[in-house]
């Protein structure tokens, strides 16, 4: 199994220097992947813009939205900017896909909310089909494309369009069960081999309580569900290996861990847990 880690680009104090700095090293290191999150209503980077900057600063490792929201954005905006991502790190975009679940998010975006699922059916469509591809430049050939969420419609779309899922985070258990629906929906349509499998989690080595807090706003919109959410934060080099374990035993491809506390040297420490 791959480890990647997140850009802090929805942790509050996160500069541009940061940013920056961040993907320089995770570059440098053993990582395998750069993630970024996606929200509209809230004090973050826009997701595509903080990953065409990390294409510059970076060489080999792999940029992926994890996820970014399809329906907030027109579709042809949406792959133009995918494509631009991809062409400027030489191939290296992961596009991860899903519907939002935030209606703050679509509010501040002017985008309806209802017929969400319907447009990202058609948008998954129209960057598999090479839709107006002769218009909408640069090529959007190599992209790699996973598809996020929980629900069977969910999984469909992953199976028909994409190369992999992406899970929304959550004990190893939660990974398992959800990975073996992907993997039932991929074979349901009959396509061969089998679907990447992504992960996510988080982590924040040097404030727990400051880390627990981030989550427990990032995720206000699940009610108390979000004090479960806080409560997975990994905050020592042990609870990182046991979660890293239980995912690899899970059949995890490609781990994402997320900081939840600004600050380089929580890259540094990540680097050492997992050494």
């Excluded at 900017?81 to 191939?91: K, R």
């Excluded at 909408?136 to 929980?150: T, W």
């Excluded at 020592?236 to 600004?262: I, M, N, T």
Aim: net charge negative.
């Amino acid at each position: 199994m791959n480890v990647g880690i997140g850009l802090p680009t929805t942790v509050p104090g996160a500069t541009g220097d940061l940013v920056l700095d961040w993907a320089r090293r995770a570059d440098d290191g053993p990582f395998s992947s750069l993630g970024v999150l996606d929200r509209v209503a809230y004090d973050s980077f826009e997701p595509f813009a903080a990953l065409a900057a990390a294409a510059g600063a970076t060489q080999r490792i792999r940029l992926a939205t994890m996820i970014a929201i399809g329906p907030l954005r027109a579709t042809g905006l949406l792959v133009k900017q995918a494509a631009s991502v991809n062409v400027l790190s030489d191939g290296r975009l992961t596009l991860g896909l899903a519907l939002g679940a935030r209606a703050d998010d679509y509010e501040v975006a002017g985008v309806e909310m209802r017929g969400r699922g319907r447009k990202l059916v058609k948008q998954l469509a129209y960057i598999r089909g090479g839709v107006d591809a002769d218009r909408v430049g640069p090529s959007r050939d190599g992209i790699e494309l996973l598809v996020g969420g929980g629900s069977g419609q969910a999984f469909a779309r992953m199976a028909r369009y994409a190369d992999g899922y992406a899970h929304g985070g959550g004990p190893p258990r939660a990974f398992a069960g959800a990975a073996t629906r992907a993997l039932a929906a991929w074979n349901d349509l009959g396509r061969p081999g089998r679907p990447q499998l992504w992960g996510q989690g988080y982590f924040g080595f040097a404030d727990p309580e400051r880390g627990g807090d981030y989550l427990l706003d990032y995720y206000a919109f699940t009610g108390p569900f979000a004090e479960r959410i806080a409560a997975g934060n990994l905050t020592s080099a042990r609870a990182v290996k046991d979660f890293v374990r239980g995912y690899e035993e899970a059949g995890c491809d490609e781990l994402v861990l997320f900081p939840c506390v600004s600050g380089i040297d929580e890259l540094e420490r990540l680097q050492e847990a997992l050494a």
